[in-house]
């Protein structure tokens, strides 16, 4: 008995003419809605929208921590499982001899550039360097952050957070995508993705549902990227020029000022359109090779000047200890302790303090010294082994605390952000093989990140940990870590060519990601369509502006005065639904390589470069 063909037949309806010509009316409108939505919310009620925002991104992150942390390790093991199948891993994303699109550099360029760029921009030092100062095996108490004893782990979780996990969930999206498009000429669109399983559904309701999901995602991934480079851009014009009112005080800090923020994502988001509006062939890939040869004169000047031999026996020993707890990594998720629980393991002279002994002892940021210091009342006369004791009932609610407020935090951004570069690695990977897809856009950038890392943010620890920062790096803002460690490595003329550089760096990988985000929206608001009108490029263009612009300003004015708050709480928000899409993209995936191996098998297509691709029948039916 023959296997049914499957269902390709995937119609998006759009308009025919005027304004939406080209467009699906109800996908455009549908997402635009909820943008317009936001954007008002955020403005006319600003500390409502904050508060609201945060207060539901806890909840969500304390009911669905665990689910985040485990999807995210299947979705490794899901791509690893499909490269290691030889009749999968060859089949090809194109027509059978079909050549890739983009040189291996280009390809490699892009990839890079609109996948981690602005974070590794921000966190290269940033990352290693908050992680030495917490992480969970300091958090546990079995080694004290801050010290030499802490470099080990720190490194362990900073692979984990730019490593293989992060850009399996990119290229989960990324290979559905491709595979449907370029084996079944299907739509390059969210819901094409879906089609074993949603089959004729997904013409209707429940495929408009999904390409809105990842639109909005989208929009609020990209925002967040957006939003921590603009200020990382901030900072370094500050450096740069001393412009009074790029910056502002708060609590003893200098950080970048709304003003300053507002007036950079402008120009940044200006720049981005009129990038956009030239299209992925020249535009995005121009400045993402500017993009690589920048990195490569940065990363050249820590390789020079900073710890070079720390940096490289640090990846050695990092990536030994990162292998071997790699499933522990991937699995291991921390529950919420509610205040019951903490109260039930207190000692009894603690007990009656509990409500005000909580607090601090589930505080992930902390320390046992900081906790005791901060007792007041009656906790204060405790005496110190209760003290102790105490802490110690609290280490469950600080690992969840750490583990949602920064891993899980991660996996939503990737989320989030995954629509944009997974549909953006499809569009740019026409003509590789399934197992060079998921080898090259898995494994290779995984590699880079960490050798990024270790020698960017391996410098800074080494400095830090030899007690020889001046300026201090730790103390310095996330944003403003990188030119912290610059300054402890150059000096005079040199220093100041290097900000220039970082600043034109931070500001192409804001473009590239910025425009590539645009162009990714209109290829699904036009059903699949890769080329798009101009108008509309530059009307999301505005919108992306206004939705970080009112984000930030709504960050802005909440009790944490942390211009950034909304935007991640936003974004977190919106990767909740869109992660329950990549599970079932997973699923759907499986059955359709599963299902073509089957066809192969009884000869009705052809998916490798030995024979053309010739399918024999065409049905409307789900598979």
């Not at 590699?447 to 391996?458: E, N, Q, R």
């Not at 990188?482 to 220039?500: H, R």
């Amino acid at each position: 008995m023959s296997v049914k063909p499957p269902f390709t037949e995937v119609d998006i309806n759009t308009q025919p003419q005027g304004f939406y010509e080209g467009h699906s009316l109800a996908i455009a409108v549908g997402s635009k809605s909820i943008m317009v939505a936001l954007v008002l919310w955020a403005l006319l009620f600003p500390l409502s929208a904050n508060t609201t925002l945060s207060s539901v991104n806890w909840t969500l992150l304390e009911g669905f921590n665990t689910f985040y942390i485990i999807v995210v390790g299947l979705f490794f093991f899901f791509l690893a499982g499909i490269a290691l199948i030889p009749s999968v891993g060859r089949r090809k994303l194109g027509k059978p001899g079909e050549a890739p699109e983009f040189s291996t550099f280009s390809w490699f360029s892009m990839m890079f550039g609109a996948g981690l760029g602005v974070g590794l921009m921000v966190y290269a030092t940033a990352e290693p360097m908050g992680l030495w100062t917490s992480n969970p095996v300091v958090v546990a108490g079995e080694v004290a952050g801050g010290t030499e004893d802490a470099v080990e782990s720190a490194f362990r979780y900073t692979f984990l957070h730019y490593g293989f996990h992060a850009w399996a969930i990119y290229v989960v999206t990324g290979l559905s995508l491709a595979y449907y498009a370029y084996t079944r000429d299907m739509p390059l669109t969210i819901r094409s993705a879906l089609t074993p399983i949603l089959g004729r559904f997904a013409n209707g309701f429940v495929g408009h549902l999904v390409d809105v999901l990842g639109v909005v995602a989208t929009i609020l991934g990209v925002s967040v990227t957006i939003g921590f480079g603009v200020s990382q851009f901030v900072d370094g014009m500050f450096t740069v020029t001393k412009m009074d009112w790029l910056m502002s005080e708060v609590d003893g800090a200098m950080v970048p000022s709304l003003a300053g923020l507002l007036v950079a994502l402008v120009v940044i988001m200006g720049l981005s359109i009129l990038s956009a509006v030239s299209g992925v062939g020249r535009g995005v890939k121009y400045l993402s090779n500017l993009n690589m040869v920048l990195s490569l004169c940065l990363l050249g000047t820590f390789v020079i000047f900073g710890s070079f031999l720390f940096a490289m026996s640090t990846y050695v020993t990092a990536f030994i200890d990162y292998v071997i707890n790699f499933l522990a990594l991937s699995f291991e998720a921390y529950s919420p302790l509610g205040e019951d629980s903490f109260a039930a393991n207190l000692p009894a002279d603690a007990a009656p303090l509990a409500a005000d002994l909580y607090g601090g002892a589930t505080n992930a940021w902390g320390s046992l010294a900081g906790f005791q210091e901060g007792l007041t009342g009656a906790a204060a006369e405790l005496p110190p082994e209760t003290v102790a004791a105490a802490y110690e009932a609290g280490t469950q609610g600080r690992l969840f605390n750490w583990q949602a407020g920064w891993t899980t935090f991660y996996w939503a951004w990737w989320i989030s952000f995954s629509p944009f570069v997974g549909l953006f690695l499809a569009r740019i990977s026409r003509g590789r093989s399934v197992r060079e897809f998921i080898l090259g856009c898995v494994f290779a950038p995984a590699f880079v990140c960490f050798a990024w890392m270790t020698i960017l943010g391996g410098t800074a620890v080494d400095i830090e940990v030899a007690g020889l920062a001046d300026p201090s790096i730790v103390d310095a803002s996330t944003t403003a870590k990188l030119f912290a460690a610059l300054e402890n490595i150059l000096s005079g003329g040199f220093f100041n060519a290097m900000v220039v550089m970082c600043v034109v760096l931070i500001l192409t990988f804001l473009v590239t990601s910025a425009d590539s985000g645009i162009l990714v929206m209109n290829t699904i608001m036009s059903g699949g369509e890769q080329q798009t009108g101009i108008l509309h490029r530059i009307i999301w263009g505005v919108i992306l502006t206004s939705v970080i612009g009112a984000l930030i300003i709504a960050g802005k004015v909440g009790a944490s005065a942390d211009p950034l708050d909304s935007l991640r709480s936003a974004m977190i928000i919106g990767a909740l639904p869109f992660t329950m899409v990549m599970v079932l993209m997973c699923l759907s995936l499986g059955k359709a390589v599963y299902r073509d191996g089957l066809r192969i098998k009884e000869g009705s297509i052809q998916l490798t470069d030995n024979h053309e691709m010739d399918h024999k029948a065409a049905s409307s039916a789900a598979e």
